[in-house]
Nanobody, 125 residues
């Protein structure tokens, strides 16, 4: 049973940066695709970054492309999200997720079977 624990959230001003971490325990994530999702109040959970098991492929929606970077360290069993040039609309709870093995696709929340508890990111103008 993989357990995911996010850290690094907080309150920042617009234009500042944050780096989120997601530490895995109880099992390895080295062979799993991983992703970051976020959910703002009153909105649906949305995927904001995905990364293939070996790190060679990443995807981002247009809303964060060029500002956010997902990365992983399989030796440390850890996932990261570097967030630069933060905007007030980035305010949300951010979740990391581990993808089900051997299933195609990356964007849908239903593809992920392990989730962290979430970390709050608040960006003020």
């Amino acid at each position: 049973q993989v357990q995911l624990t996010e850290s690094g959230g907080g309150s920042v001003q617009a234009g500042e940066s944050l780096r989120l971490s997601c530490a895995a325990s109880g099992g390895s994530i080295s062979h799993r695709g991983m992703a970051w999702f976020r959910q703002a109040p009153g909105k649906e959970r949305e995927v904001i970054a995905t990364i293939r098991w070996n790190g060679d492929t990443t995807t981002y929606p247009d809303s964060v492309k060029g500002r956010f970077t997902i990365s992983r360290d399989n030796a440390e069993n850890t996932l990261y999200l570097q967030m630069n040039s933060l905007k007030p609309e980035d305010t949300a709870v951010y979740y990391c997720a581990a993808k089900r093995l051997l299933v195609p696709g990356v964007g849908a929340a239903s593809l992920y079977d392990y989730w962290g508890q979430g970390t709050q990111v608040t960006v003020s103008s």
